[in-house]
């Protein structure tokens, strides 16, 4: 199964954008790349998936490399209540293929 | 839809004991997820299954865990008999495999278990 890799920790002010990294420089052609988060004392919850182009939706942006080796989580403005474990997992495609490998994540943590 | 629906959320009891997690997925997903998450090894994958049928229990710790699906509703994960290292938070998901493109998964609040 390919890795990710990301940072442990980091810190963002509030209202202002956070860049998420992950590598994962073994990635397969048919990888999905995933970002799912999880609040404190809640379950993960889904945040943003893509292949290959850029993605947009209303919780984030997913910025994948053009070599694929390496994506970027972005929070266009952070708020108090974007503090979590962001987790990048990589979703191989095909039957028989549906474990996720949950890493241990980026703790992101917002300030006042 | 009330999401994933697990119960009870909080769970303690004592060691030898049999502890019996329970999990309502999604209705019309058609797969179901174990997971148990601890500070030592994090989030980890226990068994899932697909129409009901265990496809994967190859993170099942050992023979004292046992997982059901009677039927697309309804789950358990039975731990017996119980031992201190059991101890953690015990989430189950669903998805609808095969019927989305990110065949995403809805993870229900979890079930803290503590075995003293």
């Keep these: ?112 | 839809d009330a999401g994933v629906i697990q119960s009870p959320r909080h769970e303690v009891t004592e060691m030898g004991q049999e502890v019996t997690l329970r999990c309502k997925p999604i209705s019309g997903h058609n797969s179901l997820f174990w997971y148990r998450q601890t500070m030592m090894r994090g989030l980890e994958l226990l068994i899932y299954f697909n129409n009901n049928v265990p496809i994967d229990d190859s993170g099942m710790p050992e023979d004292r865990f046992s997982a059901k699906m009677p039927n697309a509703s309804f789950s358990t994960l039975k731990i017996q008999p119980s031992e201190p290292r059991d101890s953690a938070v015990y989430f189950c998901a669903s998805s609808a495999w095969g019927r989305e493109i990110a065949d995403t998964q809805y993870f229900g609040p979890g079930t803290r278990l503590t075995v003293l």
């Design chain 1, 1 to 112: 199964d390919a890795k990710t890799t990301q940072p442990n920790s980091m810190e963002s002010n509030e209202e202002e954008p956070v860049h998420l990294p992950c590598n994962h420089s073994t990635i397969s052609g048919t990888d999905y790349i995933h970002w799912y988060r999880q609040l404190p004392s809640q379950g993960p919850e889904y945040v943003i998936h893509g292949l290959t182009s850029n993605v947009n939706n209303r919780m984030a942006s997913l910025a994948i490399a053009e070599d694929r080796k390496s994506s970027t989580l972005i929070l266009h403005r952070a708020t108090l209540r974007d503090a979590a474990v962001y987790y990048c997992i990589l979703r191989p495609m095909g039957s028989g293929t549906y474990k996720y490998i949950f890493g241990t994540g980026t703790r992101l943590k917002v300030l006042a």
